[in-house]
């Protein structure tokens, strides 16, 4: 009888000892489950966040500017004002780069130079003539030479009290020829400014002698002589040379030293007393 007892005990222990495994390895393994569950359920949300929020963000930005017609009509005006920014700076750099030009005077100081301002241009009348802002108060007188930093542009063809009107070096309509000089080594070769050539954008300078042999680059200076403009101002550099129509001269063009097509600011050259004929050399003449 007590062996029995004795062996049932051990079987119901046994037994027991199974249940209390099976039961714990259940347990385990639900709670392990439950735990994978979790961090992929975790990884998804936040991969959603990751991906979710830029496109919030970037929603809520455009949502936010474009809110109403007056905060597009803002963004339109602000852009028209950025333009316009840019414009301004652009003019004012090159004027302000002009501006330097002119204020070296060292070249033209010689020439005790008044400053003036076009005030007119005609746009038929382009490259014939200007208006600038002093007249016969300021001193302005008829053949007086007008000129840049740069060099000659032309002279007053006609001086009123306060403005006057200004005959280019490239006009088409000029009354009388200008005559200039050629320095090409220790020579003065003469000429005069005959016409402009509008094709090649170029001064003609014709009546050279056949003798010389002209090199491209030689300086073109006025002389002084017969048109009463002051002497040594330059006109331009010579481009090319060649024979005129009746091969009795040559024929220079010259690329202007100064732009002839844009011009704000000139200066008139005070005539020179030594280029001018006094009374007695016009008698004995």
């Known amino acids: 009888m007590s062996n029995f007892f004795k062996n049932n005990k051990i079987m119901i222990f046994l037994i027991s000892m199974v249940l209390l495994i099976v039961i714990v390895g259940?347990?385990?393994?639900?709670?392990?489950?439950s735990l994978s569950e979790q961090y992929a359920s975790d990884t998804s949300s936040f991969g959603g966040r990751i991906v979710s929020y830029p496109v919030t963000f970037v929603s809520d930005f455009f949502s936010g500017i474009f809110t109403?017609?007056?905060?597009?009509?803002?963004l339109k005006e602000e852009v028209k004002s950025t333009d316009q920014i840019k414009a301004d700076k652009a003019r004012l750099e090159k004027e302000n780069k002009a501006l330097k030009k002119e204020l070296d005077m060292k070249d033209i100081s010689q020439f005790n130079p008044i400053s003036a301002t076009v005030i007119g241009r005609s746009p038929d009348q382009w490259m014939n003539t200007i208006i600038i802002d002093k007249?016969?108060?300021?001193?302005?007188?008829?053949?007086?030479?007008?000129?840049?930093s740069e060099?000659?542009?032309?002279?007053?063809?006609?001086?009123?009290?306060?403005?006057?009107?200004?005959?280019?070096?490239?006009?088409?309509?000029?009354?009388?020829?200008?005559?200039?000089?050629?320095?090409?080594?220790?020579?003065n070769i003469f000429g005069m400014i005959n016409r402009y050539d509008e094709d090649k954008d170029l001064l003609v300078i014709s009546d050279i002698d056949n003798k010389y042999s002209i090199k491209k680059g030689s300086k073109v200076v006025t002389n002084g002589l017969g048109d009463q403009l002051p002497k040594g101002i330059l006109v331009?550099?010579?481009?090319?040379?060649?024979?005129?129509?009746?091969g009795l001269s040559k024929v220079a063009y010259i690329k202007t030293s100064t732009n002839i097509k844009e011009l704000n600011h000139v200066y008139v050259a005070k005539r020179d007393p030594e280029t001018i004929p006094s009374s007695e050399e016009s008698g004995e003449e």
């Open 26 to 33: 259940y347990s385990v393994r639900a709670q392990s489950a």
């Open 68 to 74: 109403s017609d007056e905060d597009v009509d803002k």
């Open 135 to 148: 007249g016969k108060k300021s001193g302005m007188k008829e053949n007086m030479a007008v000129i840049t």
């Open 151 to 187: 060099g000659l542009v032309g002279r007053i063809k006609k001086a009123n009290q306060f403005s006057s009107q200004v005959e280019l070096i490239s006009t088409s309509v000029k009354t009388s020829k200008l005559s200039v000089d050629i320095q090409q080594d220790d020579d």
């Open 236 to 246: 331009g550099k010579v481009e090319k040379v060649e024979n005129d129509e009746y």
